[in-house]
């Protein structure tokens, strides 16, 4: 019964901001990385960041570095990813996941068990 739910999307024009939330429950998730992932119109899923669910490590694709912002609050359960400088190449459908940490597979979608229903952003030029 774990459960990532996804909220925060919308419709934007670029320059704009946004911020993703990730209500997680249903076990515990020690020794597990939260992530956030991207998928594009006509494109594969695609890594856009990570943090450690106890040490708060955090991992960012380049296309996101300088740009977006990825923070928790284990107290909630809840992960963020905080948007600002939006482009039209971030539209996508945006989904929290979760997974057993492994550092050298952080960016990888296959290290990750559970995963939310997804959240649309969308950015106009």
Not at 27 to 43: E, L, N
Not at 45 to 54: D, N
């Amino acid at each position: 019964q774990v459960q990532l739910v996804e909220s925060g999307g919308g419709l934007v024009q670029a320059g704009d901001s946004l911020r993703l939330s990730c209500a997680a429950s249903g076990r515990t998730f020690i020794g597990y990385v939260m992530g956030w992932f991207r998928q594009a119109p006509g494109k594969e899923r695609e890594f856009v960041a990570a943090i450690t669910y106890i040490g708060g490590s955090i991992y960012y694709a380049d296309s996101a570095k300088g740009r977006f912002t990825i923070s928790k609050n284990n107290a909630k359960n809840t992960v963020y990813l905080q948007m600002n400088s939006l482009k039209p190449e971030d539209t996508a459908v945006y989904y929290c996941a979760a997974g057993r940490f492994t550092p050298s597979a952080t960016m990888s979608q296959r290290l990750y068990d559970y995963w939310g229903q997804g959240t649309q952003v969308t950015v106009s030029s």
